[in-house]
């Protein structure tokens, strides 16, 4: 059995580059300029949009724990075994619309 996964996120690097399956950068404001948490190995000249974190969705909080309910009941599935082939998991999907 698999498990469903979301694409790996995609980001421009310089030149036109595709950078593939990078987890989100983190910085911080210090002097006016931003400064990231940690190292990148970010090509020199990449370009990275960003977008401030209190913007990030319009969920309220009723919302938001809805979503992480259904996220640690997610995890606990698989943890559990309880997962499909992502074929079967969009057939079904297919299925419903």
Known sequence: MGLCL???SRRTGAKGAIVTGMAAL???VENG????DEPTD????TVVPLEIAD??????DAERADLHEALREGFEDAKAGRT???KQWAAQLRARL
Do not use: M, T
């Not at 913007?55 to 309220?60: F, G, V």
């Open 26 to 28: 983190k910085a911080r």
């Open 42 to 45: 970010l090509p020199e000249g």
């Open 33 to 36: 300029r931003l400064k990231l």
């Open 55 to 60: 913007d990030w969705d319009d969920l309220d």
């Open 6 to 8: 979301p694409p790996l």
């Open 84 to 86: 499909i082939e992502a």
